[in-house]
């Protein structure tokens, strides 16, 4: 008896299939509108609301162009950078990399 409410409780609380659609429709509507208020605010912090449509579009391809050069270049040169000083240091508190650590018997 205790088990048949316990399934109809659950029952009750599990959502439609139309409910599930609604609930994703709403998810998406969030996700669009929060896109569209991040685009507002680049608008406005970067003040390109005030150029014509075709300043603003050389703006963003120039803005857009130097926003992935700087990812590519810290995608390529942050990790030998990395390695580089791990080396320096490595070296500086001695700390012997292990191909130079001779094995004697």
Not at 79 to 90: D, N, T, Y
């Amino acid at each position: 008896m205790l088990s048949m409410e316990k399934a109809g409780k659950e029952g009750a609380c599990q959502p439609s299939p139309s409910q599930n659609h609604w609930n994703l429709a709403m998810d998406i509507k969030r996700v669009k509108d929060y896109i569209y208020w991040l685009y507002y605010q680049y608008l406005l912090i970067t003040c390109s609301y005030v150029l014509e449509p075709w300043e603003q579009s050389m703006f963003h391809t120039i803005t857009v162009t130097v926003f992935a050069m700087v990812v590519y270049t810290a995608y390529v040169f942050v990790p030998i950078h990395v390695r580089l000083a791990f080396e320096f240091f490595s070296q500086i508190f001695g700390v012997q990399p292990d191909s130079t650590v001779s094995v004697v018997n």
